[in-house]
């Protein structure tokens, strides 16, 4: 008995709560489908706006008192990215954008493949947290749309032989954001019990310091960035 319950503070009991919990409102929402002959899975709501998120990759992303002095698209292991170049103090940070192209799409190793495109070195890992807001003030519109976003992001120092970055990285979706993929997987599950989906950004901010430079000082300003494109893509057609 003593051995089980020092087990069950080892696998932090209240993480594997929330698990149980997700789990029973999963089955409860995809059984019935199940026992008439109408599995869920196979009839999902569908993500309306791709065309708005593949938009973006075009146009590049408007972000509130930033100025973009550049966008492009290029390729990045097979896939279609955003790269924008903005002015904030007299420094252009680049601006990495992956929006959702299909469907089936889910993130899943987008880092990894940013790390393979620079062919960069890291180090300084954190996680950080911070809550992005739309200029109207309220966190739920009259059309029922969220406008407060709770993020969680992966805090790095990159570097190569000419540069070093502190990078801000996050998967971003309505309502929310966070670096880990099982995160967003769970709240799109979550959303089709009620016959919704989400969609997602993956999310790279690449600030330019000094070599091999601490990173901590430059937060606040990689959240401040953060906070308006997150802000800037609930206030598009991205997210809907």
């Keep these: 008995m003593v051995y089980s319950l020092k087990n069950l503070q080892k696998y932090q009991f209240p993480q594997i709560v929330l698990l149980v919990f997700l789990l029973i409102i999963l089955v409860v929402g995809t059984l019935p489908g199940y026992v008439a002959g109408k599995w869920s899975w196979e009839n999902t709501a569908k993500i309306t706006n791709l065309k708005s998120l ?47 192209n299909g469907q089936k799409d889910q993130p899943q190793v987008e880092w990894m493949d940013i790390n393979g495109y620079y062919r960069w070195k890291t180090d300084s890992y954190k996680r950080v947290s911070f809550t992005s807001q739309t200029p109207d003030g309220d966190s739920i519109t009259d059309s029922g749309k969220q406008n407060k976003s709770d993020i969680e992001a992966r805090f790095l120092r990159s570097w190569t032989n000419k540069q070093t970055y502190a990078v801000m990285q996050w998967y971003a979706w309505p309502g929310g954001g966070s ?8 709240t799109d599950r979550l959303a089709m019990v009620s016959r919704n989906r989400v969609p997602w950004v993956a999310v790279n901010i690449l600030f330019p310091i000094e070599p091999l430079g601490d990173i901590d ?3 606040p300003q990689l959240t401040s960035i953060g906070q308006k494109i997150q802000a800037s893509l609930l206030t598009k057609e991205a997210f809907k």
């Design 179 to 186: 670096p880990k993929p099982g995160d967003w997987f769970w």
């Design 217 to 219: 000082p430059y937060l």
């Design 54 to 100: 593949k938009q973006i990759r075009k146009d590049g992303l408007t972000i509130p008192d930033l100025t973009t002095t550049s966008h492009q698209e290029i390729t990045i292991a097979d896939h279609k990215w955003l790269l924008q170049k903005i002015d904030y103090e007299n420094k252009s940070v680049t601006l990495l954008l992956l929006t959702q």
